[in-house]
């Protein structure tokens, strides 16, 4: 079975612009989390997607967007990049038929730096 | 703050030595888990312990669990070059039932 993937792996932006991530689930699961981590604060979570609806949602400013599509990939935008942005953005899923209790998979993170 | 709080934050050991870290929360403990990730890399899940557990092991991991500490504690024995990484401890407590990640031990294993 394929593991989750996330693309692109590592990109460059300049403040104002705006990116876009995708992450793409093992398949059969239909929860995809999406967390931001950085060397001062760590593993933040942004959102959680299950069936296409954005089931939960993190402290993030509302640049900060996401959506999941039929098939569970999952993209998520950040619009009007700040110099703050520069993070490793990760993709995890789950089966996620309810809330999740259990284990997350991971994808390697697409890695962004603003400049 | 919901995050979890990780002890030590950086463990310099040498090969066949043990390494413990800890971690704790100030909210429920629900489904605690422990994660790897190697530098720049994803993070793979490495055990869970339910709530109603107090001790479980896989391999060379063992992880205790206190509840009325809020606590957790994950020992790695007879470490390896290998298990150089940084170890995360996660939560499903809190209000929005989301995994709330400790801030993680750096462990780096001398050959």
């Known amino acids: 079975k394929a593991g989750v993937t996330q693309t692109p792996r590592y990109l460059i932006k300049t403040r104002g612009q705006q990116v876009t991530l995708s992450c793409s689930p093992i398949?059969?699961?239909?929860?995809v989390s999406w967390y931001q981590q950085t060397p001062g604060q760590g593993l933040q979570f942004l959102f959680e997607y299950f069936s296409e609806t954005q089931r939960n949602k993190g402290n993030f400013p509302g640049r900060f967007s996401g959506r999941q599509f039929s098939n569970s990939r999952s993209e998520m935008n950040v619009s009007t990049l700040e110099l703050g942005d520069s993070a490793l953005y990760l993709c995890?899923?789950?089966?996620?038929?309810?809330?999740?209790?259990?284990?997350?998979?991971f994808g390697e993170g697409s890695r962004l730096t603003v400049l | 703050s919901q995050q979890g709080e990780e002890d030590p934050q950086a463990l310099s050991i040498q090969e066949g030595e043990n390494a413990t870290m800890n971690c704790s929360y100030k909210?429920?403990?629900?489904?605690l888990q422990w994660y790897r990730q190697n530098s720049g890399r994803g993070l793979v899940h490495l055990i869970l312990?339910?709530?109603?557990?107090r001790e479980k092991h896989s391999g060379r991991l063992r992880v205790t669990l206190d509840t009325s500490k809020k606590s957790s504690s994950l020992l790695i024995t007879a470490s390896r070059a290998a298990d150089t990484a940084s170890y995360f401890c996660?939560?499903?407590?809190?209000?929005?039932?989301?995994?709330?990640f400790g801030k993680g031990t750096k462990l780096s294993v001398k050959p």
């Open positions: 398949s059969g699961h239909r929860s």
């Open positions: 312990i339910r709530s109603n557990e």
């Open positions: 995890a899923s789950s089966l996620g038929q309810g809330r999740p209790t259990g284990e997350l998979f």
């Open positions: 909210t429920s403990i629900n489904n």
């Open positions: 996660a939560n499903y407590g809190g209000s929005q039932g989301n995994l709330i």
